[in-house]
């Protein structure tokens, strides 16, 4: 029997390694191969590096700040929520998980719309970049500090608590200790979703505010220039990789107890500002679709949009991206969720931003792989994470010993799969599919780096609209996004039962 | 209905509907013909057929010579290009004919390589714009224009403009849409006729042109996009664009609004030849067929559908509609394209677009 359990570790750490093999780890070779130490010399100290240099410094600048800016305020809110009240701070979490879960573009839109449509800095430019990132990020921050808080032990909290009354520094200092590794995680992570941005720099910056993300499609797509290009993706790789690996050093096991914090209502304050900073734009969409803010006056002009056939295809191939992108990472994830080796295999993807995933699979597959099947593949090699580990999740929970009595009565192979497997996973096999759907419908940067017209998804389309401030019709379609997003977001919560791990 | 009955149902739908999907896009993709040209979406697709009329001009193609094309479209004609370069670079297969080289993409890749010579009759192609785009004979001039700056006179009274207004009047900048030219053909073009009238006929530097719009003027990513604001944004009246835009206005919308107008110094009026040609890929292995639809670009059954469908001038002796007497008399345009030669292209293209990026971080 123990052998048998081994012949499927090694399947599942093969077939997942494979997997990745090929769509990740080869196309980043090929474009290794593409570099020089020429291309290395002429980034670095060429007559142009400033532009390099100036992107690498931008992206550091704005992901420091927008991470900063995320964590204090998330973390603040998450704070303030528990000591106004239990449900206020429970909604807001919902809220939170349905806001990190918005497609970029939609994000970069509803900021354009919102603010800098009317001149606001919020809305464009560098402090546009940072609030769109914030907009991200605070909720992931939320999530992590409010789990942290709310899982302290009891006891600990009430002695903190009785303790502040006297000395209120050491009171928050004490409770921040006591948080530090959720602060640090989700910093981390914060500063490597807005280093790896890529829609919204594009959106919000224009040409003024490059991230390297955005030096690499320019370089690569416009100036053709592969050496250069595949030297600044690995580059990417390099940096990623590295904060991904020092963020695994603060990683710990949640507490499990149940923290009360001292109910205090002159915190309400916080959770407002939240509420409307995170709904305000996502609200302002509905708006802006019917609202046209260089006339000043209200229309029906974007609906014509609708049955627009370019419209019609971008839906028709966001829906069947989608769909092909989850049964691929259906089919990877469930293999990888067989054990903890491949799982954490399946993590590898994480390591490459969308773009420099794209600008690989390009690179090396375009003429091999048609590009209706390449984009699914990218949107599944995003959404794997995720899927895996849900699926892992779901899988764990499967009673040691129901699977004793599948060996002793030699149920397995495709019987165990269909007989017990599939009925008992139900709810992690749900939220993989809406996972990877939610994922796939939102992916911006893998899909604008391999996509020709006919091969449009809607994100793209809201891009190339807000780019050409066609904001009724950008508006319109962002909304429906949103409308969609938000529901598979809430059956994602619905099914896990209020669990709001994001898990990487 | 059980949990592992609705768990197989959705797989089950997924699985039809990825097969069906499949099975749609392979549809589409079709076969690939003798032919692979790649063109930029909105070639000859500015006409009441839309899109149609160029499947129609190849179709026509196709059945008078017996020849299948698959045509391949791209955002602009620097993304048709770059496919072919990346194409090349990375050893895949590519196309035979690309459609849209202008002048600059002409110079870098004839010095890349990638550019068969064709021998092709042009004996009755507009001469100015052969020596403009390449007088070797590796691209082949299709159609042609000015750049212009465009206005709409409803929203802006003026009867005379020159480039250097805007860099005087910051209240004009600021009605001003230009194009970026890292990311569009057109905005590429536009800074070589900005960098060439300032630094050969003003004698002044470049760049204090765009340091005093820069803050003001709308930079569009791309010419529909600068076309979309134009028509969306109340503010914005003026916009780089051709000089065959009055005339798009007057046949569409029997309106006689825009205006076209090119730079003027001293009594003399500068401009930007903006040539189009088409040029067949070095090793393709349907030489014989790429010539042929060659000379079908250059036909006139070709040739006479260019002015209403692509808003260009076309190569060959053609009658000019009607609407045509709206576009801007290009007669006495002195084109400024000498002043960059071929061979200075590339380094020029890169030169000023870091410059100009320098300019907009600033």
């Keep these: ?436 759907i939610v994922v796939s419908i939102g992916e911006f940067g893998a899909t604008y780096m391999l996509y020709q017209r006919s091969y449009e998804t809607l994100s793209v389309l809201v891009y190339r609209l807000t780019s050409a401030r066609r904001l009724l019709e950008a508006s319109l379609i962002s909304t429906l996004i949103v409308l969609l997003s938000s529901l598979l977001s809430l059956g994602i919560l619905k099914v896990r039962r209020g669990d709001y791990r994001i898990e990487v | 209905m059980n949990r592992k009955a609705l768990q197989l149902g959705i797989i089950a739908i997924i699985v039809i509907a990825v097969v069906a999907g499949a099975v749609y896009y392979m549809t589409q993709e079709g076969e690939r013909g003798e032919l692979l040209v790649y063109v930029y979406d909105s070639f000859m697709a500015y006409g009441k057929e839309g899109e149609k009329k160029l499947d129609t001009l190849i179709r026509s193609f196709e059945e008078k010579y017996n020849i299948n094309v698959t045509v391949k479209k791209f955002d602009s004609a620097q993304d048709a290009y770059n496919a072919v370069l990346n194409e090349i670079e990375l050893g895949k297969k590519t196309a035979d004919v690309i459609i849209g080289i202008t002048p600059s993409l002409a110079a870098e890749g004839k010095k890349k390589g990638i550019f068969e010579k064709i021998d092709v009759d042009v004996s009755n192609v507009n001469r100015t714009a052969i020596s403009i785009l390449d007088p070797e004979g590796y691209v082949i001039p299709l159609d042609y224009s000015y750049l212009a700056m465009i206005v709409d006179t409803d929203r802006l009274n003026v009867t005379d403009l020159s480039l250097e207004d805007f860099a005087l009047s910051s209240e004009l900048a600021s009605k001003l849409i230009v194009i970026n030219p890292t990311t569009s053909g057109t905005g590429l073009e536009f800074l070589y006729w900005q960098y060439a009238y300032y630094e050969y006929i003003l004698g002044e530097n470049w760049t204090v042109w765009w340091k005093s719009i820069i803050n003001k003027a709308y930079v569009a990513s791309s010419w529909s996009s600068a076309f979309d604001i134009f028509y969306g944004d109340q503010n914005r009246p003026i916009m780089v664009s051709y000089a065959t835009d009055p005339a798009y206005s007057y046949y569409f919308y029997n309106s006689t609004n825009l205006r076209a107008f090119v730079s003027h110094h001293e009594g003399y009026y500068y401009g930007w030849m903006y040539v189009e040609g088409v040029a067949v890929i070095k090793g393709t292995e349907h030489l014989k067929e790429a010539k042929l639809f060659v000379e079908y670009l250059l036909s006139e059954d070709f040739q006479k559908e260019i002015p209403l469908n692509n808003w260009m001038y076309p190569v060959i002796p053609v009658a000019l509609p009607e609407a045509y007497k709206y576009a801007l008399d290009t007669s006495k345009v002195i084109p400024l394209n000498d002043k960059i030669p071929p061979e200075s292209i590339e380094a020029l293209k890169k030169y000023l677009t870091v410059e100009w990026l320098k300019i907009i971080k600033e």
């Design chain 1, 1 to 436: 029997m123990q052998r048998e359990l081994n012949a499927y570790t090694v399947v599942s750490v093969l077939v997942t390694a494979s997997f990745l093999f090929i769509f990740i780890f080869l196309p980043l070779s090929y474009l290794a191969s593409k570099t020089s130490i020429e291309s290395i010399y002429d980034a670095i100290f060429g007559k142009y590096s400033w532009i390099f240099i100036d992107s690498l410094l931008f992206s550091f600048k704005q992901a420091i700040i927008s991470a900063t800016i995320s964590i204090v305020t998330g973390g603040f809110v998450a704070y303030a929520s528990l000591k106004v009240s239990r449900r206020l701070s429970e909604a807001l979490r919902i809220l939170s998980f349905v806001a990190f879960m918005m497609p970029s573009t939609v994000v970069a839109t509803s900021f354009y719309a919102t603010y800098g449509i009317r001149g606001i800095p919020l809305g464009k430019g560098f402090w546009g970049i940072i609030s769109a990132h914030v907009f991200y990020n605070a909720p992931l921050a939320y999530i992590y500090v409010y789990s942290a808080l709310s899982t302290m032990s009891r006891e600990l909290v009430e002695s903190l608590e009785f303790y502040a009354m006297r000395n209120k520094l050491k009171y928050y200092y004490t409770l921040l200790r006591m948080i530090l590794p959720a602060v640090v995680s989700s910093w981390t992570l914060a500063f490597v979703y807005c280093f790896t941005s890529f829609a919204i720099p594009l959106t919000l910056g224009g040409p003024k505010y490059w991230t390297l993300e955005v030096y690499i499609y320019y370089t690569t797509r416009i100036l053709n220039n592969y050496g250069l290009g595949a030297f600044m993706a690995l580059l990417q790789v390099l940096i990623v990789g590295t904060v991904l690996f020092l963020i695994r050093k603060y990683e710990r096991a949640a507490p499990s107890g149940a923290a009360e914090l001292r109910r205090d209502f002159r915190f309400i304050w916080a959770p407002i500002l939240y509420l409307i900073y995170e709904l305000l734009p996502l609200l302002s969409l509905v708006f802006h679709a019917f609202y046209d803010p260089f006339s000043r006056s209200f229309t029906l002009r974007a609906l014509f949009i609708l049955s627009d056939p370019i419209v019609l295809r971008a839906a028709l191939n966001t829906l069947y991206f989608a769909l092909l992108a989850t049964l691929i990472s259906l089919i990877i994830g469930t293999i990888a969720s067989m054990n903890i080796h491949s799982m954490r295999i399946s993590y590898s993807s994480l390591l490459t931003s969308s773009v420099v995933l794209g600008l690989g699979l390009y690179a090396l597959y375009s003429d091999r792989i048609p590009t209706w099947i390449l984009i699914p593949i990218a949107h599944a090699l995003v959404a794997l994470p995720l899927a895996s580990t849900n699926l892992y999740v779901g899988r764990s929970r499967i009673p040691q010993e129901i699977n004793e009595m599948c060996r002793l009565y030699n149920v397995r192979g495709v019987r165990y799969y269909l007989d017990v497997y599939i009925p008992l996973v139900f709810e992690s096999f749900l939220t993989a599919i809406m996972f990877s």
